[in-house]
């Protein structure tokens, strides 16, 4: 079965940093670009990152780019989002996604994981 | 970046109705456009793709249409479960972006 695992959310403060991880099993990771979508409490779905399948191209909305860096180990099965310079408007649920074939659009997700920007 | 207008922004049916959902953009997309479903507490669900494409897995009742700045997803009769906040995205340019969604509620 095909699974995405979030992990590495937590509360920090304002300026700090986190590491989020995303753990895929029951597909061949390295075949598929991923996205990092998050939510704000209350609020719509909202983009973050993108990468490639080979890590050749990567993207980032504007309001995250210059803090927040998106990787993936093909070899670990696992995509991460390093995020620096945390706000209180990071605040969300952070999901990765797989995208479906060559498209832009996300067929798998995780569940999430928290992030909470406060001092 | 393109702007996705999404209304009305809560629908209030019963179950056994038709329910049509809207998404307008602020410029065309073509035919790309996704819906998304989401239930409380959990993660997105893709319904629909480039515009029209059910993903896998999806019943018939759920169906897209539309092109450049005008879709449509209709759920031809509601069921229990498909009470939920709908999503659309356009995959047309960066960044990606999403709608603000559409709550559809049992009346």
């Known amino acids: 079965e095909v699974h995405l695992v979030e992990s590495g959310g937590g509360l920090v403060k304002p300026g700090g940093s986190l590491r989020l991880s995303c753990a895929a099993s029951?597909?061949?990771?390295?075949?598929?670009?991923m996205n990092w979508v998050r939510q704000p409490p209350g609020k719509a779905l909202e983009w973050v990152s993108s990468?490639?399948?080979?890590?050749?191209?990567?993207n980032s909305a504007d309001s995250v780019k210059g803090r927040f860096t998106v990787s993936r180990d093909n070899a670990k099965n696992s995509l991460y989002l390093q995020m620096d310079s945390l706000r209180a408007e990071d605040t969300a649920v952070y999901y990765c996604?797989?995208?479906?074939?060559?498209?832009?659009?996300?067929?798998?997700w995780g569940k999430g994981t928290t992030v909470t920007v406060s001092s | 970046e393109i702007v996705l207008t999404q209304s009305p922004d809560t629908l209030s049916l019963s179950p056994g109705e038709r329910a049509t959902l809207s998404c307008r953009a602020s410029?065309?997309?073509?035919?790309?456009l996704a819906w998304y479903q989401q239930k409380p507490g959990q993660a997105p669900r893709l319904l629909i793709y480039?515009?029209?494409n059910r993903a896998t897995g999806i019943p018939a009742r759920f169906s897209g249409s539309g092109s450049g700045t005008d879709f449509t997803l209709t759920i031809s009769s509601l069921e229990p479960e498909d009470f939920a906040v709908y999503y659309c995205?356009?995959?047309?340019?960066?960044?990606?972006?999403f709608g603000g969604g559409t709550q559809v509620e049992i009346k």
């Open positions: 480039d515009a029209s």
């Open positions: 995205q356009q995959r047309s340019s960066w960044p990606l972006t």
């Open positions: 029951g597909f061949t990771f390295s075949d598929y670009s």
């Open positions: 996604a797989r995208l479906l074939l060559t498209t832009a659009y996300m067929d798998v």
């Open positions: 410029q065309s997309v073509h035919s790309n």
């Open positions: 990468i490639s399948s080979t890590s050749g191209y990567m």
